[in-house]
């Protein structure tokens, strides 16, 4: 299983064969439907399913690999949805893998200055609906402790190890890793 759009899992799933990726469609946006559509086009079976719908089916996966957009020393910030299919995942003891480079890993001042923001609630409805408030939320977080693994261009890092990396790292030091 996979989640959202991520050019790096879609490079790592491109080159596997007879294999099938369930992916759900990742509202807002569908990037989901942007990913089962590039993942068909190069011979790769695909079941494209509503994003809650894609909890109920994490048992039938192997694993679920998703890309990041972030990695604090806290968690992962990625695609609104994610932090859901952790807990399916765990729940389910199925291994849950984040694949990244480097420049997405954040040292702890960087990473304090992230926000979750909210986007544009008409992306979800047109409509004003009495005592309704509408939040569109792209992103969500993911603690590390619900992570197997962070794959890199230099391999695996488990998620107390990502911590540790990251803490460990000052703004001064880059991202070149320890």
């Known amino acids: 299983m996979t989640h959202s759009y991520s050019s790096?899992?879609?490079?790592?799933?491109?080159?596997?064969?007879?294999?099938?990726?369930?992916?759900?469609?990742?509202?807002p946006l569908a990037?989901?439907?942007?990913?089962?559509?590039?993942?068909?086009?190069?011979?790769?079976?695909?079941?494209?399913v509503a994003d809650f719908a894609a909890l109920s089916l994490v048992?039938?996966?192997?694993?679920?690999?998703?890309?990041?957009?972030?990695?604090?020393?806290?968690?992962?910030?990625?695609?609104?949805?994610?932090?859901?299919?952790?807990?399916?995942?765990?729940?389910?003891?199925?291994?849950f893998y984040v694949l990244a480079g480097r420049e997405k890993f954040l040292p702890a001042p960087l990473s304090r200055a992230l926000r979750i923001e909210k986007k544009n609630p008409k992306e979800i409805t047109q409509e004003t609906i009495p005592n309704v408030v509408v939040e569109n939320r792209y992103f969500d977080f993911t603690p590390l402790d619900l992570i197997t693994g962070v794959v890199t261009q230099a391999g695996v890092i488990a998620g107390d190890e990502v911590r540790r990396l990251l803490q460990g790292m000052g703004i001064s030091k880059g991202l070149e890793g320890p």
């Open 59 to 95: 048992g039938e996966s192997d694993l679920v690999m998703v890309g990041a957009d972030a990695i604090t020393p806290d968690g992962v910030v990625n695609k609104v949805g994610t932090y859901g299919l952790a807990l399916a995942a765990r729940e389910k003891a199925v291994p």
């Open 31 to 48: 990037e989901g439907l942007r990913t089962a559509k590039a993942l068909g086009a190069k011979g790769i079976r695909v079941r494209l």
């Open 8 to 27: 790096t899992v879609l490079q790592v799933l491109g080159h596997s064969q007879g294999i099938e990726v369930i992916c759900p469609e990742s509202r």
